[in-house]
């Protein structure tokens, strides 16, 4: 398990099925700051939802990125993203009023999953990435 609701399964890349070449655990046995943000925000947000909320990506490789139509610099590659699935569309914003509320500093992406017809809404704490390439990796960010 990399958190308590999230399998190392669920967050491997799918297509080399490796971790991120930066989350290497630290003397404490913990893992590095960022991925602990990822992680525990994620377990905070699980808490409140109270039902299991499915990781449909988390670490991709940079050809798993390509072929799955991700950003160039997608924070999938760092690792330090979640996308998470959903039964409706309903659901979906739900979860990211909730996210937004409860986790300000979260960048959410949902509005282009929605347009698609996808229910997902994507998590990440792209805001360690360092850096900053672009304001998009700002805390709070919202697509």
Not at 19 to 26: G, R
Not at 61 to 85: M, Q, R, T
Request: with cysteine.
């Amino acid at each position: 398990m990399i958190a308590p609701h999230i399998t190392e399964a669920e967050y491997r890349c799918r297509h080399c099925h490796a971790l991120p070449p930066s989350m290497v655990l630290e003397r404490d046995g913990g893992w590095p700051i960022m991925f602990k943000y990822l992680f525990c925000d994620f377990e905070d947000l699980r808490k409140e939802w109270g039902r299991g909320i499915p990781i449909l990506s988390g670490y991709r490789c940079i050809p798993h990125n390509k072929s799955v139509g991700g950003e160039d610099c997608s924070v999938h590659l760092f690792g330090l993203a979640l996308d998470c699935g959903f039964d409706t569309p309903a659901d979906c914003i739900k979860f990211k009023d909730m996210a937004r509320r409860t986790k300000p500093d979260l960048r959410i992406g949902w509005k282009r999953y929605q347009a698609e017809g996808k229910n997902i809404v994507h998590l990440d704490v792209g805001y360690f990435i360092y850096p900053k390439f672009s304001v998009a990796l700002m805390p709070g960010a919202e697509w």
